[in-house]
Structures are given as structure tokens and as C-alpha cells.
Nanobody
Framework: QVQLVESGGGLVQLGGSLRLSCAASGRAFRSYNMGWFRQAAGKEREFVAAISWIGDSTYYADSVKGRFTISRDNAKNTLYLQMNSLKPEDTAVYYC?????????????????WGQGTQVTVSS
């Protein structure tokens, strides 16, 4: 079992940057593929980025490609999301998630464990 805790959210101006972190408990973190999703008010949860268990493959939603970078440090049991050139449409609650099995990493149902989320607000 994995417990996930996000941090690093906050209020930032248009064009600013934030780095989200997701601290995982449990010995099996390095065996999980990991992802970031977000949910804006009144909208469905959507895929943002994902990374393979060893960190050699990354995937991004078209809306964040070139602006966001997902990474992980398996020695620290931590997942990151570096967000640059932020836009008001990036405003959402951001969730990290862990997937223990196979499946499309862009699909939320692939994931077994979820964090509680961290709010990111981008002002114009």
C-alpha cells in the first residue's frame, strides 16, 4: 500500500512557476508508475503527466507539453511536477497517483492510490 501527500501548491501570477511534490510512504514506491492529474472547479479530473517506475518514460497532456516537467527521486520516495509559464487555465486541484499494474497512464482508472490534492491558482 502507498500513501501519497502532495505539497507545493499556491497562488502564482500569470507566467510564474511552481514545483509540486508528492511524498510517498511505503517501501514499494519505486515499483509504481506515477501520474499527476488535475481537477478544476466544475470540471472532470484530467490527466496532466505520468512517469514510468524507473523514470525512463514520461507522458504529458498536450495542454502542458513544453511547460511542465514530471520527475521522480526513488531514493527519496518523491514525485515532482515542475510547472513553468503558468496560465489561468492551469488553476485546479492537483493530485498525484500511483499505478501498481499495467494500463494506460493517461487514464485515471489505471491508478490504485491517490493523494488528497493541492490547490494551484494562477491569477491574471
Amino acid at each position: 500500500q502507498v500513501q501519497l501527500v502532495e505539497s507545493g501548491g499556491g497562488l502564482v501570477q500569470l507566467g510564474g512557476s511552481l514545483r509540486l511534490s508528492c511524498a510517498a510512504s511505503g517501501r514499494a514506491f519505486r515499483s509504481y508508475n506515477m501520474g499527476w492529474f488535475r481537477q478544476a472547479a466544475g470540471k472532470e479530473r484530467e490527466f496532466v503527466a505520468a512517469i514510468s517506475w524507473i523514470g525512463d518514460s514520461t507522458y504529458y497532456a498536450d495542454s502542458v507539453k513544453g511547460r511542465f516537467t514530471i520527475s521522480r527521486d526513488n531514493a527519496k520516495n518523491t514525485l515532482y511536477l515542475q510547472m513553468n509559464s503558468l496560465k489561468p487555465e492551469d488553476t485546479a486541484v492537483y493530485y498525484c497517483a500511483a499505478a501498481g499494474g499495467r494500463g494506460l497512464l493517461m487514464v485515471s482508472t489505471t491508478y490504485d492510490y491517490w493523494g488528497q490534492g493541492t490547490q494551484v491558482t494562477v491569477s491574471s
